[in-house]
């Protein structure tokens, strides 16, 4: 029965975020708003919302905080790999696509973010203030400095008529936004319950259950802005979620003030745990450096289509790959599955 309900939970999920990849790209060709903004910030934001609330429930309710790092970690690699996808499938209409230069900043920020969490996890007993690890605090100004600098207008490039006016958008994004966050309470609960039957670790079933389903607005509403030929918001919605993932861990971190071990970010030594935590860590790093090189090369020669296309079909594959290193990795090192 509980896998009954994950997967039609997780049916619901697909469906709300292709009604949010819709709205969000009618916003942007019929507004003055920014596709970086809309796709980095507002669709980065509500498609995160899962890793938000299932993280939140993790810590407050069901008292794992380590489902958060992998929720997060592992949600951030396959978001990257979503992305990576698309680009090696369409990357004719990526090459003859425009990207925002801003994404670069948020890529640096990303990887300023990545270095933060290395201190955590591979220096045993991290200063804390008071109960938060000492990292924490510099995620939060990295993400709102982050959120600072997007730029929130520009023309749009192509004007659609919209059958909705831009209230009717706007309320039907909030409807689809709410039944999203109230579709991912509920999964929290049933991906820990399938955690539990396969006897899996708590990283890994972060990464695995609760990344994968929490990133599926990430991964389906990427795959349709793309298929609109609207790359711009797509890369911001995978970059700005991930940006904002990393938010969620200061938050977590910040609420696990209960007595005993309420570590968020687990050691490398930690057993496979904090194997699996160490892995993410370098993986999603390592995509977000593929992901660097692919919009370094689309926002410095946008000219050269061949360029484009070759940086999307070898950075796509990285980013790929980086999640699949780790599903092989963890299970044949660690001997989870």
Known sequence: MVYVAFILLATAVVFLSIKLSKYVDLLDKTTNVSGAFIGGVLL?????????????????????????????????????????????????????????????????????????????IFVKNTPKLGFVNIVSPFIFVI????????????????????????????????????????????????????????ELGKTFAGALLLGLTTSLPELVSTVSLCKRGNFNAATGNILG??????????????????????????????????FQAMLLLVLGAAATIAALAVVLVKTSAPEKKLLGKTAAISGGTVMTSAYLLFLILSTTLTGIA
């Open 44 to 120: 980065a934001a509500v498609t995160s919302l899962p890793e938000l609330f299932t993280s939140l429930s993790a810590v407050l309710f069901l008292k794992q905080n380590n489902l958060v790092t992998g929720n997060i970690l592992g949600s951030n690699v396959f978001n990257l790999a979503a992305l990576g996808i698309c680009l090696v499938i369409m990357f004719r209409g990526f090459s003859n696509s425009k990207i925002s230069k801003h994404y670069v900043f948020t890529i640096l920020a990303c990887l300023c973010v990545y270095g933060l969490i290395s201190v955590a």
């Open 241 to 274: 979620s991930n940006i904002f993932n990393f938010l969620i861990l200061f938050i977590a971190d910040l609420l696990s003030f209960r007595k005993g071990n309420t570590d968020v970010y687990p050691h490398f030594l930690n057993g496979a745990e904090g």
């Open 143 to 198: 993400y709102v400095v982050s959120l600072f600098i997007t730029p929130k207008t520009e023309e749009p490039e192509e004007k659609t008529e919209s059958p909705l006016s831009k209230k009717q958008l706007l309320l039907r994004f909030i409807a689809a936004a709410v039944l999203l966050v109230a579709v991912s309470i509920v999964i929290t609960y049933v991906s820990d319950s399938i955690a539990e039957k396969l």
